[in-house]
């Protein structure tokens, strides 16, 4: 194998792929910046800043005080006036915390300057349990900001589409929340060097199948492959589709699907009520109603806070016994 070839199949975790996405961006934009709380003296929260202080120096990348609301409001305006920010919310939780800044200037000025005033400003926040940091550090919210007109979406479900939504982001000229997945952080996969993009608004087709379409958010991507192999065993054949972008949402590539396996199942870890499952399932009945066989199905967590007791937890965030139990009951398998 050659030596090209070998840099290409190389391995990487998902948090160093995040890394390797923000310093990719820093080196190609000499008008980015990262700011937020502990992403330059201690790397980030969870180190996936790691070493940029060093190599870029504290112009470029710089701690905020402890202040969502400051850190969005630098966002909005560096980016209105020139710069191509990344900003940090250390947890999507604290979006409450800035929501102003985020709904109604950062959302809607290009659109209420006419087009004049363009906000290239890039967002990475932490979403999802799983690792007991309780209800104030666990949530699912991605809904909250997709039903904003003016910014995008997108939440990764592993390394490679990690660091490349990271560059996609930082180059789209609108505000892009790039919300990781904290259990994710350590699942490694091949990712190549340099810079590379996956687009926004594409979803990506994981595995083929003929009688049942998954639409998967972040990492109930891999719950919803392991899924697929248990409801093998049970006869059905499974199309796994990981839509990596909420807002906008590929409706087309989900449509195209379920006209070919007629029946579907959405899966999200936020909370069932209200999820971005809601709107997905409602694009299905409305473009595609006529070619279903069962009723579109919908796994989330339930109506209740994310608990902190690793056991509580355990049986509050979705998996894939659960998505199978879903199937069957649906189905009647």
Known sequence: MSEAKKQEARKIPYVAAIKEGVREVLLEQDNSFVAGEDVAGAGGVFGHYGGLLQEFGPDRVYDTPISEKAIMGLGVGASATGCRPIVDIMFIDFIGECMDEIANQMAKMRYMFGGNATLP??????????????AQHSQCLEAWLAHLPGVKVVCPSNAYDAKGMTIAAARDDNPVFVVFNKASLGMSMEVPEGAYEVPIGKAAICREGSDLTIVAISRMVHEAMAAA??????????????????QPFDTETVIKSIKKTHRALIVHEAVKFGGIGGEISAQI?????????????????????????????????PNADTIVAKVKDTLEL
């Open 121 to 134: 400003v890039t967002i990475i926040t932490m979403s999802g349990g799983g690792l007991s940091m309780a």
């Open 229 to 246: 192999d248990q409801l093998k065993d049970l006869g059905l054949d499974v199309e796994v589709i990981d839509a990596r972008s909420v």
């Open 285 to 317: 009945q409305e473009q595609a109603f006529d070619y279903l066989d069962a009723p579109v199905m919908r796994v989330g967590a339930p109506f209740c806070p994310v608990p902190f007791s690793p056991v509580l937890e355990e049986i509050y965030i």
